[in-house]
């Protein structure tokens, strides 16, 4: 079966037979995001899109702005297909950024916040950057100095572009513009690259086509009923797939609503903004959402105009889930989706039961589900299994990961999630567990065997195991288990977490616990059991 024509060879892409059976379907429309910004700039110019802070651009300003710096970035050299790793904060510098690389056809790679030297070393010598598009200070962490650092060492890296002061690289304010620009990309080109959550060590890479994004998008704002009149919250990091997409800040932006960015996510900054932008529609992770609860009994705030508050990133516990509607007044929609593609929703009008026990239908009719034993055989109804699914907006592979592409999907191109799930009469998935190593910590996912790797690099540390562990607020902690060598000198835990903490990740991937122990538990093969460790771990103190 021959491939559709691809957008660039290091990206698996749908057969043909499937593109052209998904664009009869009207799924993919043949826009990309450059033309979905003009349009609707051309239709409602002025209408506001971005609120941040004091600033308010609208529909016009913001598709100017995004089209004066395409400009800018083609005469610094920066063209259709070119790799370009954005890690900003949530400021409506962002949208201008990523509407420029659509425009231009070139790819931003959706590096997150809180990516140090090990993360973004990772993504711009993988992807060949050329170029790093930063805050000056965000969080207290200077990414100028980091920007520097790894310009230094990654020769394809040409360009700095800075929002705020530049230091001794280009501030995006001043880069010079210029009229000509090149082509730009077709709908079924890959309009950006996102970061998988990633079982084993650094993220792989998720190529998605502006065809298939784009459906998403409004797909998603069918069903979360978003509309011209939707103010959406940007609360998590807004390079994140969840707060982009389902239905996200593009979702709204397609819309032609309104989208304001919140600079952080605790009820004392998001709480005032929901009730002076009027803010109608909203995406956290679980643990945001129990804060939120317990927080909004006392605010003085008026959080009435909230109509519907999107929770997923990670399983949302019933007894949470019941806590939504009666603290915040508005309705609760569960997501379950992943960056690679497949995204439920229970729906709006799902009775109660369904949406606090739930996770959600997919998007689409055209979205196919497998739920499968071990040796890939369809499990019963209502049984638990591995999920399996492929559709319009579901990628065929991962970007240059051709050896990981041949496990992480099936021979007819099925993408294996790693997630345990049944399915009820109705067709609304339960999320049971993960079926892979992979810890979920707050929505945020962390690779073992990255961690494992850098411990095992202490001089005093023989062996190590990172496993899982229930919180009440994050749905998993890390505890990391240590054999030392022996002869060593002791260690204290906080000399570990102090060993992680210097390799510059990110601070979430720094073991919450530390143990030290003898020797670890085996299976019957020899290998470690990670389930008896967690086990263990949970097990009652007597």
């Known amino acids: 079966m021959l491939p559709d024509t691809p957008a660039t060879p290091d990206a698996p892409t749908w057969p043909a037979d499937y593109a052209a059976r998904y664009r009869a379907a009207g799924y993919w429309r043949g826009e990309t995001f450059g033309e979905m910004l003009r349009t609707r700039a051309e239709a409602h110019p002025d209408r506001v899109a971005v609120t941040d802070g004091d600033r308010n651009w ?36 962002f949208f201008e950024v990523i509407f420029a690389l659509f425009r231009l056809g070139a790819l931003p790679v959706f590096a997150l916040p809180a990516h140090r030297e090990t993360e973004i070393r990772y993504f711009c010598e993988f992807t060949e950057a050329v170029a790093y598009v930063i805050p000056d200070r965000s969080g207290g962490f200077d990414h100028r100095d980091l920007a520097a650092a790894i310009r230094a060492d990654v020769p394809t890296l040409r360009e700095v572009f800075v929002v705020g002061e530049p230091g001794v690289h280009t501030a995006l304010g001043d880069v010079p513009l210029d009229a000509t620009q090149c082509d730009g990309p077709a709908p079924s080109d890959l309009a950006f690259l996102q970061l998988s959550g990633g079982s084993t060590g650094v993220p792989k890479l998720i190529p998605r086509t502006h065809d298939d994004y784009l459906y998403s998008l409004w797909g998603s704002n069918e069903l979360c009923h978003v509309t011209a009149d939707s103010v959406y919250l940007v609360t998590l990091p807004a390079a994140h797939n969840f707060p982009l997409s389902s239905p996200g800040s593009l979702g709204v932006l397609y819309a032609g609503g309104r989208v304001v960015m919140c600079p952080q996510p605790d009820p004392a900054t998001a709480f005032p903004l929901i009730e002076r932008e009027r803010v109608t529609i909203t995406g956290v992770v679980p643990p945001l959402a129990l804060v939120w609860t317990e927080s909004a ?65 997919p998007i689409s009719a055209d979205d196919e589900i497998r739920i499968v034993d071990d040796a890939d055989m369809e499990v019963s109804e209502g049984e638990s299994g591995h999920l399996l699914t492929r559709g319009p907006y579901t990628i065929r592979g991962y970007w240059r990961a051709p050896e990981h592409n ?36 707050g929505g945020e996912k962390i690779a073992p065997e990255e961690i494992e790797n850098i411990i095992l690099g202490h001089p005093s540390v023989h062996d190590v195991s990172l496993v899982a562990v229930p919180d009440e607020f994050l749905g998993e902690r890390t505890l990391a288990y240590v054999i030392l060598r022996t002869g060593a000198e002791p260690l204290k835990p906080v000399a570990v977490k102090k060993f992680v903490r210097e390799k510059g990740l990110a601070a979430f991937k720094v073991p919450d616990r530390v143990e030290f122990v003898t020797a670890f538990p085996q299976t019957g093969i020899g290998k470690i059991s990670k389930k008896d460790q967690r086990n263990i771990a949970t097990a009652p103190q007597g």
């Not at 016009?60 to 954005?86: M, N, P, Q, S, Y």
């Open 58 to 93: 609208t529909y016009a300003e913001l598709h100017d702005r995004a089209t004066r710096l395409a400009a800018g970035f083609a005469a610094r050299g920066i063209a259709k297909g070119d790799r370009v790793v954005v890690q900003l904060p949530n400021v409506a510098e």
């Open 297 to 361: 009994a006392g605010t003085p705030y008026d959080l009435s105009s909230l109509e519907v508050l999107l929770v997923g990133g990670a399983k949302f516990s019933e007894s949470a889930a019941r806590r939504v509607g009666p603290a915040l007044g508005c309705t609760l929609q569960q997501v379950f989706g992943m960056a690679e593609g497949l995204v439920n929703y229970t729906r709006l009008d799902d009775d109660p039961e369904t949406i606090v026990t739930t996770q959600g239908l």
């Open 406 to 441: 041949a496990r992480a999907f099936t021979a007819d191109g099925f993408y294996r999630t790693g997630d345990i799930v049944r399915r009820t009469p109705t067709g609304h998935l339960i999320v049971e567990g993960r079926a892979k190593d992979q810890i979920n910590r």
